[in-house]
């Protein structure tokens, strides 16, 4: 039976579907619908920000070390609960269950880094030119945060905003996206159940796009939000960014990516080609990190190619609950907009990697695909060669499984290349040559940059962001993200019973500037 999801404000559902209904199938199988999900409107998200704005003081006024205790219990529970997380996930978008596993782990794992945290929010103590005064700085929380997320990690991206979030004293308002409400739901439960959060600490906001965005606006426009954090489509992340201007406030932006990987004459070339499938077609190529172009040197393209195209078809790809490389496409949508990315495909270019390209259907079948192909919206992994640096498929971010081949002569000509569709999330390099990879690492504009590994992947103590088309230069995870959720505060307090004027009551030793030796 589908499950049905609700907007949930200050700890009560929200009754009616304001904004509509949506029946959400599961993507392997779309007879089988999943979740109906009542959507809210613009009202919705205004009455959610409202109730994390009354509810911030008093959760900033709970001690850190208690929030950051919370934080640990709700790992807790989601360990307890991992299988059935990464199930619903499953069930919802298509990921295979080893990748949705992953996914949930991701959260306990974030978790445990930030319960610390409540017990690090370190300041310091200065001192002053002045005797008898103290300088201080303490990390405050910017207030009440909106939070938007995509869909393809429905689970753990979420995590990398709420738990930071909420260590440091901020109140939430949450809005998944719309096509994974059921996982939305459950990690909802998970952090109300597991921390314990008193009503309105937490909210979460079921709505479409134009909706949110206009909930967005009118609760900045009522001072309801003091910070904005979004994952999504450099189009709409732009959007978002100049709407945050406008009221002063620099939100956090994790956008799309293109992201390349360069191959070496001296790489090892069976690695590589695990990495570039991993990274190409995992997910179905639906993540911000997928590989977009291959960068190959001219000496060796012909081999790795080869050996990529073998891999390719060889790969399992089908049925999210068995053992395979990836499923379907996350939602309708996607699968219409990737129809789009295989028309850029040009006479120059040349296609590899499976029996066919497009959907996988009877008429259009792949060997080896494991289950109904018929069933739901799977894809053909596609490889093309031959893409050209003025090519549409080289320099747009394709959300699909679909891979770009090119090549270089000279390794300045690499940079250049992994540098020139102006996108900064994630690059990497597989070489065996140290000069190459410390070259490579100055040269990249990429925020994150991997050696002899894929451009997917993240741990939950290292930074993960991007910069240009990629995102503002915001960082998640780690320690670094606490610069996104708190705002640094000065104070220094005078205890010499007298007024002392800095930069004028100031005692000066005389040195004698003309001594020689």
């Not at 319960?115 to 690090?120: M, P």
């Not at 905003?161 to 109140?171: C, E, F, W």
Request: charged share 20%; with cysteine; hydrophobic share 40%.
């Amino acid at each position: 039976m589908a499950r049905t999801v609700a907007s949930i404000v200050a700890g009560h559902p929200v009754a009616g579907a304001p904004g509509g209904t949506l029946r959400r199938p599961n993507p392997g199988r779309t007879a089988e619908v999943v979740t109906e999900v009542s959507l809210g409107d613009a009202s919705t998200f205004v009455e959610a920000a409202r109730a994390a704005k009354a509810a911030q003081r008093s959760w900033a006024d709970v001690p850190a070390p208690v929030r950051g205790s919370a934080i640990g219990k709700i790992g807790r529970l989601v360990e307890a609960n991992k299988d059935r997380l990464a199930r619903i996930v499953t069930e919802e978008i298509g990921k295979p269950l080893a990748e949705a596993l992953g996914e949930v782990q991701e959260i306990i794992d974030t978790c445990d880094f930030f319960l610390g945290e409540g017990r690090r929010l370190y300041g310091q103590t200065v001192p002053s030119e002045m005797p008898d005064k103290q300088l201080f700085t303490f990390r405050n929380p910017m207030g009440a945060v909106a939070v938007i997320t995509a869909g393809n990690f429905p689970v753990a991206v979420p995590s990398w905003y709420l738990v930071p979030a909420l260590v440091t004293g901020n109140t939430v308002v949450w809005k998944p996206a719309e096509y994974a409400a059921a996982s939305a739901k459950a990690l909802f439960e998970l952090f109300v159940h597991g921390g314990g959060l008193p009503d309105g600490v937490l909210n979460l906001v079921l709505a479409d796009g134009e909706q949110t965005y206009a909930g967005l606006e009118a609760s900045l426009d009522a001072g309801l939000v003091d910070k904005v954090g979004f994952t999504g489509s450099t189009l709409v992340g732009r959007k978002i960014g100049a709407l945050c201007g406008s009221h002063l406030q620099t939100p956090c932006l994790e956008l799309g990516g293109k992201n390349p990987q360069v191959i070496t004459p001296s790489a090892h070339l069976d690695l590589a080609v695990e990495g570039a499938l991993f990274s190409g077609f995992g997910t179905a190529g639906q993540r911000c990190t997928s590989l977009g172009t291959l960068i190959v040197h001219e000496s060796v393209h012909e081999e790795f190619l080869a050996r990529f195209d073998a891999a390719s078809r060889a790969a399992r790809i089908g049925d999210a609950f068995e053992d395979v490389l990836y499923g379907p496409m996350l939602d309708e949508r996607f699968a219409q907009r990737y129809e789009t990315f295989l028309g850029w495909i040009k006479d120059h270019h040349r296609t590899h990697g499976s029996d066919g390209i497009g959907r996988i259907t009877a008429d259009n079948p792949r060997k080896g695909f494991v289950g109904d192909p018929e069933a739901g919206m799977f894809y053909h992994p596609v490889i093309v060669d031959r893409v050209r640096r003025d090519d549409d498929l080289f320099l747009n971010e394709t959300f699909g499984p679909i891979v770009g081949v090119t090549t270089y002569r000279d390794f300045d000509e690499a940079i250049d290349l992994a540098n020139a569709h102006g996108y900064g999330l994630s690059a990497a390099i597989y070489t065996n040559d140290p000069h190459e990879v410390w070259t490579y690492r100055r040269g990249i504009s990429a925020g994150m940059v991997s050696v002899n590994n894929t451009t997917s992947g993240a741990e939950a103590h290292l930074p993960f962001g991007g910069n240009g088309k990629s995102g503002n230069g915001s960082r998640q995870s780690g320690q670094w993200v606490l610069d996104q959720f708190t705002r640094w505060q000065s104070m220094n307090w005078d205890h010499s019973g007298r007024l002392q004027k800095a930069q004028m009551d100031v005692a000066a030793l005389e040195p004698d500037l003309s001594f020689r030796l």
